[in-house]
């Protein structure tokens, strides 16, 4: 077992662990660790490592299958500045189509989305997760590019951008899974605060067909 490891494993707590595990469901091992607690244990470990080597212990991290240790790898390579950043954005890459659970995806996708504004060309293979057999590989499409829903003064490229996921949004609201539905409600509700008038306008185009609580979450601070 790695120190990292052992590290996680000290603060274990077999009762959150269990109520940890009924919460997500998704099959594997709950140590019952808060999200504080991992953050500053990989804040610990981020700053003694190379890039490099930051990155193989992640993929050492996610390989445990442990829920409290895949998010520290995620941890691991949240930075906006981080170079080289290839290594880190191709392991980002392999862990998509194993997302089973929304907690893991979302810490994933976090550290995603810092190595889309780095190099926002990467939004082209993102593109092709929209139409993956996994339902938490098409939400990870809309969760990874929602810092473009927040951007205040786009450049050309960003707007494009954002016009693009708005495209793919739109082509997920005939999806009904209550996570999908809840990914586009999450990114219109976002955009609102930034873009009030697109976000009526997708819903004038395509509100009607969204499941209810996803209109909700959309039009929340319009």
């Not at 829903?149 to 954002?162: E, V, Y």
Request: glycine content about 4%; some cysteine.
């Amino acid at each position: 077992m790695s120190v990292e490891l052992q590290a996680l494993e000290a603060l274990a707590d077999p009762a959150k662990a269990a109520e940890m595990a009924a919460y997500h469901k998704a099959p594997r091992r709950y140590l019952g660790v808060a999200v504080p607690q991992i953050t500053e244990l990989a804040n610990g470990w981020r700053a003694e490592r190379t890039v490099e080597e930051r990155v193989a212990l992640a993929d050492a991290l996610w390989q445990t299958d442990i829920h409290e240790a895949r998010i520290a790898s995620a941890k691991l390579l949240t930075q906006a500045r981080l170079r080289p950043d290839d290594g880190a954005w191709a392991l980002i890459c392999s862990w998509v189509p194993q997302f089973d659970a929304w907690a893991i995806a979302d810490h994933a996708c976090d550290a995603g989305g810092r190595r889309l504004l780095a190099d926002p060309s990467r939004v082209e293979e993102v593109a092709g997760w929209t139409t993956a057999e996994n339902m938490w590989t098409r939400r990870a499409a809309l969760v990874i590019t929602l810092p473009w829903a927040k951007m205040n003064f786009l450049k050309p490229q960003d707007l494009a951008i954002r016009e693009q996921v708005l495209g793919w949004a739109a082509a997920y609201v005939a999806d009904r899974d209550w996570f999908i539905q809840k990914a586009i409600g999450w990114w219109l509700r976002d955009l609102s605060k930034h873009d009030a008038d697109r976000v009526r306008q997708f819903l004038a185009e395509h509100g009607a067909a969204m499941k209810g609580f996803a209109r909700k979450e959309a039009t929340k601070y319009l």
